[in-house]
Antibody
Framework: EVKLLESGGGLVQPGGSLRLSCAAS????????ITWFRQAPGKGLEWVST????????YHADSVTGRFTISRDNSKGTLSLQMNSLRAEDTAVYFC???????????WGQGTLVTVSS | IVLTQSPATLSLSPGERATLSCRAS??????LAWYQQKPGQAPRLLIY???NRATGIPARFSGSGSGTDFTLTISSLEPEDFAVYYC??????????FGGGTKVEIK
């Protein structure tokens, strides 16, 4: 069974840092690109960052470029999102999702909540 | 690319037909997907490349359209279909975008 499990969310002050993790199981992790999305409370979905299957190719939304870094460890089946200089507008549930290969997403984690507030 | 979904809310009864619209600010070809999201859950892929059902999706869900106008149709609403539906484009990869969502609620 394919599973994605996010962790690392929590309450952080503006300007602070947080590292999210996504643990994958049930499929050949190294063969799939993975993407982080987020959803602010009561709002729609927003693309955040994407990493290619090998880890060399990374892409970030303009809203997080220079502050967030996506990475992966294919030997451990894990994905990370390092978030620095956090702002109130980064408050959201963060989901990791598996790319079907066509930039659509067939498996998602349950999400982890990040709250940026003083 | 901006995706505009309409209506924002659709109030229907079980057994009725639901027609959801997604309009793009520029042509997407057929590079559009639809997702269903229930409260407290992650999105679920329903349709990809405008008209292809994802694995395990019931036949009552269908997608159509190309270019800038797309439609998701649920032929006969089941109780479990009441949820929020989002469209997503991949034409401007990697800058993926979603529509604002349509909530299908019980009338």
């Amino acid at each position: 069974e394919v599973k994605l499990l996010e962790s690392g969310g929590g309450l952080v002050q503006p300007g602070g840092s947080l590292r999210l993790s996504c643990a994958a199981s049930g499929f050949s992790f190294r063969n799939y690109a993975i993407t982080w999305f987020r959803q602010a409370p009561g709002k729609g979905l927003e693309w955040v960052s994407t990493i290619g299957s090998g880890g060399a190719d990374t892409y970030h939304a303009d809203s997080v470029t220079g502050r967030f870094t996506i990475s992966r460890d294919n030997s451990k089946g894990t994905l990370s999102l390092q978030m620095n200089s956090l702002r109130a507008e980064d408050t959201a549930v963060y989901f990791c999702a598996r790319d079907t290969g066509l930039s659509y997403f067939d498996y998602w984690g349950q999400g982890t909540l990040v709250t940026v507030s003083s | 690319i901006v995706l505009t979904q309409s209506p924002a809310t659709l109030s229907l009864s079980p057994g009725e037909r639901a027609t959801l619209s997604c309009r793009a600010s520029q042509s997407l070809g057929s590079y559009l997907a639809w997702y269903q999201q229930k409260p407290g859950q992650a999105p679920r892929l329903l349709i990809y490349d405008a008209s292809n059902r994802a694995t395990g999706i019931p036949a009552r869900f269908s997608g159509s359209g190309s270019g800038t106008d797309f439609t998701l149709t649920i032929s006969s609403l089941e109780p479990e279909d009441f949820a929020v539906y989002y469209c997503q484009q991949r034409s401007n990869w990697p800058r993926l975008t979603f529509g604002g969502g349509t909530k299908v609620e019980i009338k």
